[in-house]
């Protein structure tokens, strides 16, 4: 221990049983009485959590392809405490211990997972089911299965078991951008906005190309919250690389620009949606939209 002032600080130090740091990225949650507080992933081992106000904490581990552990912390004055984290190898496992992404299913696992991800594409939804059910049950664990279960329960709507289900794949595997953009598409269904940020901007980090919607759900959430200049970039990108084919992107655009007090870009942005989408169910709200900025004095009347 050392002293840190009025603050507190947990080092957490993973490491196998053999004593050597887990180079991968391992999923830290760091718990005050019971409720979550923080949490984060190692980077080359090591991670630490800044701690206030001081009490009762549980630092929770848990890595592919390795048994999840705890440590129980006492923070009871101001300090630096080092909490050393032993994983022992997971037997039972499908995933194989290494850099994320590398998980290996044992074939009778890896057949069940195609069969589901091609009913899936398939929009063969009870199809799906049955197979990714055994993949579940032969890799419980493995971060394709749990993301290919989410991506099912997004498609029936049942918002709050693809984020269940999406958390675990982000925890076995923090690098997997599939996952993260999922469980942001999930928390923002949920109406989560705030907390669908994070995990959609974790998977723009680690893959800018994630699709138009997982840019549109970001920029939506931002708009949500009120962050309409952060919301501006990613509802352009999303208008971008949807091609026009998205008119909800559209709106989202011309909500946010006049949001911003863009106003003749706004009724531009609509103008377009207008032309491309005349028939659509957004067409009608464009033209309310733009009926309601002339009105106002915002634009000049056509």
Do not use: C
């Not at 009485?33 to 009762?56: S, V």
């Not at 390795?66 to 440590?71: I, L, T």
């Not at 059910?133 to 890799?139: E, G």
């Amino acid at each position: 221990m050392e002293f840190r002032g009025n603050g507190g600080e947990i080092d957490v130090t993973v490491h196998d049983s053999s004593g050597v740091a887990i180079s991968s990225p391992v999923a830290v949650k760091l718990y005050r009485d019971g409720t979550p507080f923080d949490q984060g992933t190692t980077t080359k081992g090591r991670i630490f959590f800044i701690i206030h106000p001081l009490g009762e904490y549980t630092v929770a581990v848990e890595a592919a392809g390795f048994k999840p552990a705890q440590k129980d912390v006492s923070m009871t004055f101001a300090a630096k405490v080092e909490v050393d984290m032993k994983l022992e190898r997971d037997s039972s496992s499908n995933v194989s211990p290494g850099a994320a992404g590398e998980s290996i299913l044992a074939p009778k696992a890896r057949e069940a997972l195609d069969k589901g991800l091609q009913a899936l594409r398939d929009d063969k939804l009870d199809d799906a089911d049955r197979a990714l059910a055994q993949a579940m049950k032969l890799a419980p664990s493995n971060p394709e299965v749990l993301y290919a279960q989410g991506v099912l329960d997004l498609k029936r709507r049942d918002w709050a078991k693809a984020q269940s289900v999406l958390e675990k794949a982000t925890q076995v595997d923090p690098n997997h951008a599939r996952s993260f953009a999922a469980l942001g598409m999930a928390l923002h269904n949920e109406k989560k906005y705030e907390e669908a940020v994070a995990p959609l901007e974790r998977a723009l980090l680690l893959d800018a190309n994630s699709g138009w919607e997982t840019h549109w759900s970001l920029a939506e959430s931002y708009y949500h919250l009120e962050r309409f200049e952060e919301a501006l970039r990613p509802a352009q990108q999303a208008q971008a690389e949807s091609n026009g084919q998205a008119p909800q992107v559209d709106l989202l655009v011309a909500q946010t620009l006049t949001a911003l007090g863009r106003f003749e870009d706004a009724a531009q942005v609509l103008r377009e949606l207008l032309k491309r989408h005349a028939d659509g169910t957004e067409a009608a709200t464009a033209r309310r939209f733009l009926e309601k900025l002339a009105a106002d004095g915002k634009i000049k009347k056509e």
